[in-house]
Every structure is written in C-alpha cells, then in structure tokens.
C-alpha cells in the first residue's frame, strides 16, 4: 500500500471522529428531540389494544368513603356495647323446715351448755348441806419434811397441793392432797395428769374441810 493511500485512510478516520464529536453540537434541541422520539419509537414494543364490552360501574369515590365511614361506626357502636352475660346463676333452694331444725338442734345445745356451767359453779349439797367437792390424795408421810418435800414439787407442776395432818395407829401422819375440786370428772382428769408427769398413783377421795 502506498504512502498516499495511508495517509487517505488516516484523514478519513479523523473527519469520522470529528464528525462524531461536533455533529450533536451543531444539531438544533429540535432535532435532537425528534432523534430521540425516533429512538424511543423503535424501542417501544407494539401493543395490542381491546376493548372490554359492558364494563360494569365502578362506584364513585366519595360513595366508596361513606360505605367505609359507615363500616367504621358500625364495628365501633358494636365494641362499645356492654357484654350480658346470658348465664343465669342458679338459684340455690333453701329447705325451710331443714333449716328450723338445724336452729332447733343448735339452740338445744347451746342450753346442755349453759346448764353444764351452771352446775359446775354451783356446788353439790350434801345431806349435812355441806358441799360435795374432790380431791386427788397423793401419799402418806409419817414425815412432814416428805410431805412438805413432795408438796412443793406438786406445786411446781401447777398442782393445787396441800398438806393435812391425821393419825394412823395412834402416830401422826401428814397426807397430800391435789384439789379440792367441785367436779369429780375434774378430779380424775388430775389424777391422770399426776401419773403422767410425777408416775404416782392418785385416788380421788371426798374432800373433808
């Protein structure tokens, strides 16, 4: 190739550049519009069009707010209502005449009671008028250090404890007691007490002043 050809080749390829470059300055923003609509034409897809027979009505859109506003104080009129309770409690059926009995039977014990009070303040009479009262008799001492001895550990025990003298076989003997009581149930509630804490047999005995 000769040196005129290249040099041909060269200036061709220059003025192609230089073309490329200044041509979209010199164009008018008219021209450079319709080439951009040419472009977006070219690119943009054919679409098919249809038509849809009888569309139905869309509702308006200041209908469509007032069903909705609607719906909305319809659920809040039913929140705010009160709940009723539909279960009814059952109504408990109170027998009368169960129930007069039932008083009946607490009025008479309240009366056994009272009445046992009564009996056990009031002591029992003798036929000398003397009132009937217990005691619990411990032991015998014909020593009143022992008796004295065994007195006081009674005593520390809370046992009403006492000492009184007598004679056996023409000799003097000192003998404890645990009492008086005016119960001889509560004599023998002692006596059992007494072989609990102190192992000693007691014998419930008539008090004599």
């Known amino acids: ?16 550049l230089l073309a490329i470059i200044f041509l979209p300055m010199m164009l008018t923003p008219k021209q450079l519009a319709q080439t951009d609509e040419l472009k977006r034409e070219i690119n943009q897809p054919k679409l ?28 809040v009129t039913e929140v705010d209502q ?20 039932l008083k009946e039977k607490q009025h008479l014990r309240e009366i056994e009671r009272q009445q046992k009070k009564l009996e056990e303040k009031q002591p029992v009479l003798d036929e000398q008028g003397l009132p009937v009262a217990w005691s619990v008799q411990v032991a015998s001492f014909s020593s009143k250090t022992n008796a004295a001895a065994i007195t006081d550990k009674l005593k520390a025990s809370e046992f009403h404890a006492y000492i009184k003298q007598g004679s056996y076989n023409n ?15 509560a004599a023998m509630s002692e006596t059992k007490r007494l072989a609990e804490t102190h192992r000693l047999s007691g014998l419930v005995v008539r008090f004599v002043p």
Do not use: C, H
């Not at 000799?171 to 149930?185: D, E, H």
């Open 82 to 101: 009160p709940i009723v309770d539909d279960v009814v409690s059952p109504v408990p059926v109170v027998d009368d005449e169960a129930e007069a009995r």
């Open 48 to 75: 098919e069009t249809f038509v849809i027979e009888n569309p139905n009505k869309v509702r308006d859109v200041k209908e469509v707010g007032e069903y909705q506003r609607q719906l909305v104080e319809q659920v």
């Open 171 to 185: 000799k003097p003997i000192w003998r404890v007691f645990i009492g008086p009581m005016s119960n001889k149930a």
């Open 1 to 16: 190739m000769g040196k005129q050809m290249k040099q041909r080749i060269i200036g061709a390829v220059i003025l192609i």
